[in-house]
């Protein structure tokens, strides 16, 4: 059954990619091995920063429960990386055995935006992130902060900016993944709230959820 609601969410994960603008573009890298370090280095992704405007915001999950073996989503903002490549404590990750869910980020104010950046490590399945990203600047008069799981988050005032899927086509998917999220005119829009879909990235077994390190909102200059 476990494996049918996964299928679905790729599904669904797969038609919502084609309505994000053309001008958005992902850049993923993956480090393996010595190239995964501390310092969470990449080859064209941006080292998370600490002053970037998520720092300050409000996170609140929406949808799915945290596992509580993380110390939740103060993780994703804190400014602090993991050492290691398996460190629950410095890691937010849904809970095992569930399928994902959806947390937001309140800017506190809308903010012209140039980049997302997000951040995870694992040795194992949990290295890889797959989500979709939507964004509001909480204007139209049907916006809902909160889509629970059976809400399309466009139909309440959001608006896709990209999915993510940094799952490699095929070996060993362990590793150490930065994604940066930007668009070829600079900015992605002025927006206050995002959303973040997240699902797992396989159902072989309890453990797909991954481990994320830490999210940047990079304002435009
Ligand atoms: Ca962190």
Known sequence: MAKITYAVAAIL???????????????VDRNTGPDATRDFKFKRVPSPAKDDVAAK????????????????????????????????????????????????????????????????????S????????YASDGADPNFNAAP???TDPRAVGWKLVAGVDTRPKQGEEGGQYGVSITDTR??????????????????????????YSEIDVVAKQ
């Open 13 to 27: 994960l797969l038609s919502c990619t084609p309505d994000a603008s053309p001008q958005v573009k992902v850049t």
């Open 57 to 124: 915001a409000k996170m609140t999950l929406v949808v799915g429960k945290q596992d509580p073996n993380g110390p939740g989503l103060r993780a994703l903002n804190d400014g602090v990386l993991p050492a290691g490549e398996d460190q629950p404590g410095a890691n937010f990750f849904f809970d095992s055995d569930t399928d994902g869910g959806r947390f937001l980020i309140d800017l506190g104010s809308t903010i012209e935006i140039a980049q997302v950046n997000s951040y995870s490590w694992h040795p194992g």
């Open 126 to 133: 949990r290295g890889p992130q797959v989500y979709n990203l």
């Open 148 to 150: 629970d799981a059976k």
């Open 186 to 211: 600079g900015s992605l829009g002025k927006y206050r709230y995002l959303l973040f879909d997240c699902v797992p990235t396989e159902s072989d077994d309890p453990w797909g959820n991954t481990f």
